[in-house]
């Protein structure tokens, strides 16, 4: 879990570089990261994949992304 409080900002990969993180197959998994209080409406929705060049390190992805790259 200490991937998820760092960094404290972050925003989605820009087109060009998350066509880029999934050429050639991509990572092999993604994490979605959900926010909700008391089973009410989700307050946010984010998705991390990890990184192909440094082990161990995550990087946030847009889900359109992951849906181009499925």
């Given at each position: 879990?200490a ?9 989605p ?58």
């Amino acid at each position: 879990m200490a991937w998820a409080s760092y960094p404290r900002a972050a925003s989605p990969a820009s087109d060009a570089d998350s066509k880029g993180a999934f050429a050639n197959g991509g990572p092999p998994f993604a994490i979605q990261l959900v926010r909700q209080v008391n089973y009410g409406p989700l307050e946010s929705k984010r998705y991390f994949a990890p990184t192909l060049t440094s082990p161990g390190e995550f990087v946030e992805v847009a889900e359109d992304d992951l849906i181009q790259a499925n």
